[in-house]
């Protein structure tokens, strides 16, 4: 059985992923972002999948905003973390996330849905569109070459080289 986070503010888990697991025939059950927590705490949840916009070459990794959050809880609760991400994500050019650049998305976005305000106008809002989650919170990352635990330098590199070569 899968928790899908819904993923807001663009709630691509509750549009996209929910329906490429419907469509896989797969059992899913749609969550608010913020019920993470509480669903791990409970034991329903064994492991933890996410994506990779981008992963530093020590295998910190860049994706959709709460990604870290999510991280650190499994962590917290012994759940395991694991990255799904082609090679390509992994920018060996970087050696850790804190070279990773942060879009920062209109604040709107945030302030309002579906065109209709859901904060006192005035608001100051943020809105990160990515957050990077240590290396040190990711059990291991699975791309088209194979699975690669920590330490993730040399895997990434022979991963990457892989795909070059291949």
Do not use: C
């Amino acid at each position: 059985h899968v928790f899908v986070d819904e993923t807001r503010p663009f709630l691509q888990g509750a549009r996209l992923t929910a329906w490429e697991l419907m469509e896989a025939g797969i059992d899913s059950t749609l969550i608010t972002d913020n019920m993470a927590a509480h669903f791990m705490g409970s034991g329903a949840v064994q492991k933890v999948i996410v994506g990779a916009d981008r992963i530093a070459a020590n295998g910190d990794v860049a994706n959709k905003i709460g990604t870290y959050g999510v991280a650190i809880i499994a962590r917290e609760h012994g759940i395991p973390v694991y990255v799904a991400a082609p090679t390509s994500t992994v920018d060996l050019s970087l050696a850790s996330g804190r070279e990773i650049p942060i879009e920062m998305r209109d604040p709107a976005e945030v302030t309002s849905f579906r065109g209709q305000p859901v904060a006192p106008t005035g608001m100051h809002a943020l809105h990160p569109a990515f957050d990077v989650t240590p290396a040190k919170y990711v059990t291991a990352i699975i791309t088209e070459v194979g699975v690669h635990y920590p330490p993730f330098g040399p895997a990434l590199a022979s991963a990457v080289e892989s795909t070059r070569s291949g």
